[in-house]
């Protein structure tokens, strides 16, 4: 199956989503599912729709609360860190690896 069929038979099944979205899931789909002939079912493409959905959604989430913490943590100046302020980084680099590994699904570094 190429990207451009899953695309397609993304878009038939799920029409509200935008064509951003469609290629987002389409690169993690296709990266994650290792029989291809299982997208071949509406069952299957479902199936693997659903897991990708819910791994991009997961790091979305995190990326926002770690941005969130990054920007507040930022608005303090520049002061020595502190161990909470360590660990925050720490938690944006992981964080960071695991949207990288989730789109080229390969172990990261961090």
């Not at 693997?48 to 791994?55: E, I, K, M, P, T």
């Not at 680099?93 to 789109?103: A, D, G, H, T």
């Amino acid at each position: 199956m190429t990207c451009d069929q899953l695309a397609y038979r993304l878009q038939q099944l799920r029409p509200e989503l935008s064509a951003c979205d469609i290629a987002r899931l389409c690169v993690l789909i296709l990266t994650t599912c290792p029989e291809l002939c299982q997208l071949e079912s509406d069952e299957g493409l479902d199936k693997a729709w659903r897991n990708a959905s819910f791994r991009l959604d997961a790091a979305s989430d995190q990326h926002a609360a770690v941005a969130d913490e990054l920007a507040s943590m930022c608005d303090d100046g520049p002061i020595q860190f502190s161990p909470d302020q360590l660990w925050t980084l720490l938690r944006a680099v992981k964080v960071q690896s695991q949207i990288l590994e989730l789109y080229t699904d390969q172990p990261a570094l961090a």
